[in-house]
């Protein structure tokens, strides 16, 4: 019998042990390591370990996750694993990257309905970005040289709870988004009070903090 400790809080989310799970690594399969390592490298992944054949590892600019390959790590087929996905603060700016850097992505996309069009075999896909510019709704898939697919999806706001602790930015350019999208709620919101706020400082802080975690915006 499992010893983990299981606790619901009072929202009925399950909450499992105490210590924190960050997913660190996800592995791939891969018929040719050279050509993997290339393929992701050529996407400005920066190159962590490389043993040759038996393992390389690789990390996509500001995740905290990295991938791993290698001759026979493990037992599935090269191109086997669908579905991973890369969130984006900017999704057109994502694809033009991968465009110029020589990948076939798809066109942006959105789901008629829901979210299960992004993944493959699934159909409702509508060009364009998510109609409302909602967070979660806008997409661009393309695959690795052996078939593994890959999802952008864009998320500029978390669902409420999604995020908990320290407000991060991974990379400059997400805090750059971040605070274009601040600065225009902060225009709506000196357009609705009819004065300059002097403390736009304070207000912009409270509303990319309050952002990032899904809370209820400031107006």
Excluded at 67 to 86: N, R
Excluded at 90 to 116: E, N, T
Aim: proline letters at 5%; aromatic letters at 8%; hydrophobic letters at 35%.
């Amino acid at each position: 019998m499992s010893q983990t400790e299981i606790r619901v809080d009072t929202s009925g989310t399950a909450v499992v042990g105490k210590a924190d799970m960050k997913l660190e690594v996800v592995t791939i399969p891969v018929s040719d390591v050279d050509r993997a390592k290339r393929f992701y490298i050529g996407l400005g992944w920066r190159l962590d370990a490389d043993f040759g054949s038996r393992g390389v590892q690789l990390t996509p600019p500001g995740s905290g996750c990295s991938i791993q390959f290698g001759e026979g790590l493990i037992p599935a087929a090269p191109g086997s694993v669908q579905g991973l996905h890369l969130i984006v603060s900017d999704i057109d700016a994502a694809r033009a990257d991968l465009a110029a850097s020589g990948v076939d992505a798809s066109a942006v996309f959105h789901c008629a309905q829901g979210y299960g069009c992004r993944y493959p075999g699934h159909d409702g896909r509508v060009d364009g970005r998510a109609p409302d510019g909602g967070t979660y709704g806008s997409f661009v898939t393309f695959n690795d040289p052996d078939g593994n697919g890959w999802i952008l999806q864009e998320v500029t706001t978390r669902f409420p709870g999604r995020v908990a602790g320290d407000t991060t930015y991974t990379s400059a350019g997400d805090l750059s988004q971040a605070l274009r999208r601040a600065a225009a709620a902060h225009g709506e919101h000196e357009a609705r009070t009819g004065e300059a706020d002097a403390n736009w400082p304070d207000w912009y802080a409270e509303y990319m903090v309050r952002e990032q975690a899904g809370q209820e915006l400031p107006l």
